[in-house]
């Protein structure tokens, strides 16, 4: 199957063109539906009047149906979108470049998903997705999930589906404070609408993301901050983002000093309050409360999720701290600038 796959994407291409523009659209029809001819355009990037004669071949086909709130999959375009699943992943080769990525960044696994996160939103969607399918796979009743901030990890909130819990005990817990950044970006808020959604609980973490080495000491004797911070040091898994070394600095607004530093020191990545240059030296270091670098060896499960070709220094950067056993989520897009350094 694998070679006749091969040879009829030689001889023609434009063949798998259109049929991975028509997943495309099945994909996120499935995930989003019901849903309207220009959100699922903007979705995709895609001009309305291109998508307008795609979802008239799908809708005649019986793959998906039209209604006033929007389009929807039918039963034969779910069964038709899992055959495909596994047709796109070795039509685009998806399937060796995990494996040769995961080889030069020394990690046991990547998972990537087609596109580039830079130039369309459906990309990330998609990479959160997988990171979610993959955490279902593992969690277990009574399980602790570390979440940290960032826009990655919101947009998994926003994508979870309502019945991941499955019935398990699961807990949602910030993996750092993070009081003045942007209220949906913070780890806070990210796990308060995960266990909102998913049925589940989760615990704050109200202190500031960067504090004083005086206030770090004030703050670890308070008794609800030690006990979050005790659930932490019990986490079976932890979901985390990589920032842009600038992007992340200007974010939190961390003062002039510490930009001129950062550009100073040249760091292209940020985890954890930890600032890495190109070759993974750590250059700076901001004092947070919540789950440090080092104790990422301790957790089973650490999920890394980071897209965009954008992105591809601050995955290599950081990637040299992560234990072997961390799964990096990521496209196409940094994955081929991941490879040609």
Not at 85 to 93: A, F, K, L, Q, R
Not at 219 to 233: M, Q, S
Not at 235 to 261: C, F, K, P, Y
Request: a neutral charge; one cysteine or more; hydrophobic letters at 40%.
């Amino acid at each position: 199957m694998h070679d006749l796959l091969k040879v009829q994407k030689r001889l023609v291409p434009d063949m798998f063109m259109v049929m991975q523009k028509r997943y495309r659209i099945l994909r996120s029809i499935y995930f989003s539906q019901p849903i309207g001819r220009r959100a699922l355009a903007e979705m995709l990037d895609m001009s309305e009047r291109v998508l307008r004669t795609e979802v008239a071949f799908l809708k005649k086909q019986q793959l998906i149906t039209m209604a006033s709130a929007g389009m929807s999959i039918t039963d034969t375009g779910k069964e038709v979108y899992h055959q495909l699943i596994s047709v796109i992943d070795e039509t685009s080769e998806i399937r060796q470049l995990e494996e040769a990525l995961a080889e030069k960044l020394g990690i046991a696994r990547v998972v990537i998903v087609q596109g580039d996160s830079d130039s369309a939103s459906w990309v990330k969607q998609d990479l959160c997705r997988e990171m979610v399918n993959e955490l279902d796979k593992v969690l277990i009743d009574g399980d602790v999930i570390a979440v940290n901030g960032g826009t990655t990890m919101a947009e998994i909130a926003g994508i979870a589906p309502s019945n991941f819990a499955n019935g398990r005990d699961l807990l949602f817990v910030p993996a750092r404070g993070g009081l003045g950044e942007d209220l949906r970006n913070q780890a806070n808020t990210i796990c308060s609408r995960l266990a909102e959604k998913t049925l589940t609980r989760h615990r704050a973490l109200y202190v500031p993301e960067q504090v004083t080495e005086s206030t770090y000491r004030s703050l670890l004797a308070e008794p609800t901050v030690r006990d979050t911070l005790n659930l932490l040091h019990s986490a079976n898994a932890v979901l985390h983002g990589i920032g842009d070394a600038v992007t992340m600095t200007q974010r939190r607004h961390s003062g002039n000093n510490t930009l001129e530093i950062i550009k100073e020191k040249q760091a292209v990545g940020e985890a954890f309050g930890y600032y890495f240059d190109e070759k993974g030296n750590v250059v700076y270091q901001v004092p947070t409360i919540g789950l440090q670098l080092g104790e990422l060896t301790n957790i089973p499960h650490v999920f890394i999720g980071a897209g965009g070709k954008s992105k591809a220094k601050a995955i290599a950067s950081f990637v040299k701290h992560a234990p072997y056993h961390a799964i990096l989520f990521t496209d196409e897009g940094a994955a081929h600038k991941l490879l040609e350094g």
